[in-house]
């Protein structure tokens, strides 16, 4: 199949350029714009970022990365380890266990942790002295830290998981029988070959520590320890609202997310490639140290699921929360409560059918720059790839932040802001990174020699998509839809700042429901919110392995 010649761009090509410029880059030109002028009349507040509180703002936000960064590592590596290369990856319901805190409202696992060590809480109930200690412990960046790490850890295991089953086997065996240990082996081959996915996955740690306000704003705000993106979300939710102060702490945001990004590049500069898919998985004999894989699963369990858990389910079961736990004090009635019209089930199918609409839509633009990124090796294809990925490299709120300014200027003359049209732009153009990423993996595992021999055949460009690109990328375009339309369900920093007021979403409304002192409501449509998601993963995750075992045979 014959390749397209380095050039100029076709007309195709040349409007998904546009289209993705339109969704990714200006709204972060946009921010950049508003932070040196100004926002409707009001001076520039980049003067102000180097007073002393705010030069505070920034150590605490670099702070908070690096923690997040190392619990997530230590909680993600040695899981993937385990469930890559030893027989604990026959253990198919572990990883959509670690999926469950990806599903979950980041401000309600910081309220459950909050609940679970309060004054006289369930901690305290079971465990004594232990659970004040555990108090001690959340009320502190470190604890708020491991928090935020218990949420966003799946990505780097992900990613390292993904990469150790790539390894062949040969590449184990070899320095084996060379009588390499396996401590040398982990330092001399599997360190140096996994420097490259770990620092991307860093990276999206990072920019996710970043720019996640739920935990911020909960734990941050509790014990003193104000953050970039609490700052940005105070300045345009709390009157009197402060555009320009926005926009310059957005600025700075930007800015981090960029040096993290070029550090990673810098990293990720050498690829290690292994000659395609893995023939024979490497597997690993580690005797005893089984029992310790199992132990870390169980740990990770505990504190990423289990704990947060019993506190959302206790939570949206008690009557009252200042007596103890007994079976008198708990009801199944808050469930039925928020699922009538006037509570929240709007708000619950609403989030269903925009983050269904957004995943769909990011999938469609994801395939096209997928493929365009995989046949175009010119400026042309490099430029769709980057602009493709380039939500991933600034947080959640800078993008919001720069719909805002992008699509509510007044000169305009019309616009899809205020509208459910802007939430799924919005919304797709957050999702598209983790799309894209998803079928170019799945198109990298293709023989282009499939392509030259059906083009070699006579069949036409759609016979040769429909018939073996589509069927073949299938599995990645599953996998990016399901964790667009996860996260979809759940997001909450576009949904809280893009979307119309009259408009309940699933995150807002929880939001709103705690700030009116309706915990157990908003516990109980948490819950059923993560359950639903939940169901939908399994029978996907089904899905594929019989599809795989299908292909196998």
């Known amino acids: ?72 590592t230590l909680m993600a590596a040695p899981l993937a380890f385990f469930m890559s290369w030893t027989k604990l990856r026959e253990q198919r319901w572990i990883d959509v266990l670690v999926m469950v805190p990806f599903m979950t409202p980041p401000y309600v696992a910081a309220l459950a942790w909050l609940d679970f060590t309060r004054v006289g809480g369930l901690a305290e109930q079971a465990f004594g002295p232990l659970g004040s200690l555990a108090r001690s412990f959340v009320l502190t960046p470190f604890g708020m830290a491991a928090v935020m790490a218990c949420e966003i850890f799946p990505f780097l295991y992900l990613i390292l998981r993904n990469h150790l089953n790539a390894v062949p086997a040969s590449a184990d065996e070899m320095a084996s029988i060379a009588g390499a240990s396996p401590a040398q082996r982990l330092r001399r081959i599997v360190a140096p070959l996994a420097s490259t996915p770990f620092s991307l996955g860093v990276l ?39 555009f ?10 930007l800015s981090l997310g960029v040096v993290v990004w070029g550090l990673q590049q ?36 505990l504190v990423s699921v289990v704990i947060p858990y019993v506190a959302v389910v ?23 409560l928020v699922l009538q019209p006037n509570a929240g089930l709007p708000a619950l199918m609403n989030s269903i059918g925009f983050a269904f609409a957004a995943a769909t839509l990011a999938v469609l633009i994801g395939i096209a720059c997928a493929l365009v990124a995989a046949r175009r090796k010119n400026v042309a294809g490099r430029l769709v790839d980057m602009l493709a990925v380039a939500p991933d490299t600034v947080p959640t709120i800078v993008l919001a932040i720069g719909f805002i300014f992008l699509w509510n200027a007044p000169w305009l003359p019309a616009t899809p802001y205020n509208t459910g049209w802007m939430l ?45 690109t589509l069927p073949l990328l299938l599995p990645g375009i599953i996998a990016g839809w399901m964790l667009a ?62 599809q795989a075992e299908r292909r196998a045979t």
């Open 1 to 72: 199949m014959p390749r397209s010649t380095p050039g100029r761009p076709s007309i195709g090509v040349a409007g998904l350029i546009v289209l993705l410029v339109v969704g990714t880059a200006l709204p972060l030109v946009a921010v950049l714009v508003r932070a040196v002028t100004g926002y409707n009349g009001q001076p520039s507040a980049l003067g102000s970022l180097v007073e002393p509180g705010n030069l505070q703002i920034v150590g605490n936000t670099i702070v908070l990365c690096a923690l997040v960064v190392l619990f997530s």
């Open 204 to 242: 999206i740690v990072c920019i996710r520590a970043a720019g996640e306000f739920g935990t911020p704003v909960t734990i941050g705000n509790q014990i003193g320890f104000p953050v970039l993106v609490s700052r940005v979300y105070a300045d345009v939710t709390i009157d009197p609202l402060d």
């Open 244 to 253: 320009p102060s926005a926009a310059a702490f957005s600025s700075l945001l």
């Open 266 to 301: 810098w990293i990720g500069r050498r690829d290690t490639h292994f000659g395609g898919r893995a023939s024979r998985r490497t597997t690993v004999r580690v005797g005893g140290w089984i029992a310790a894989g199992w132990a870390w699963v169980v740990g990770i369990a």
């Open 314 to 336: 206790l939570g949206a079961m008690t009557l009252l929360r200042s007596q103890p736990l007994s079976l008198d004090n708990l009801t199944f009635d808050y469930f039925a």
């Open 424 to 468: 799924i732009i919005a919304y797709a153009a957050l999702f598209l990174p983790m799309v894209v990423q998803n079928i170019k993996t799945a198109r990298l595992s293709i023989d282009d020699r499939l392509f030259e021999a059906a083009y070699a055949a006579g069949a036409t460009g759609p016979q040769r998509f429909f018939r073996i």
């Open 485 to 546: 339309f996860l996260v979809g369900i759940r997001e909450v920093v576009v949904s809280s700042l893009i979307r119309p007021a009259s408009l309940d979403l699933l995150s807002p409304w929880i939001i709103s429901s705690f700030d009116q002192g309706k915990r157990a409501e908003a516990m109980a449509l948490t819950v059923i919110g993560v359950l639903g998601s939940t169901v939908i993963l399994v029978a996907l995750e089904v899905w594929r392995r019989r």
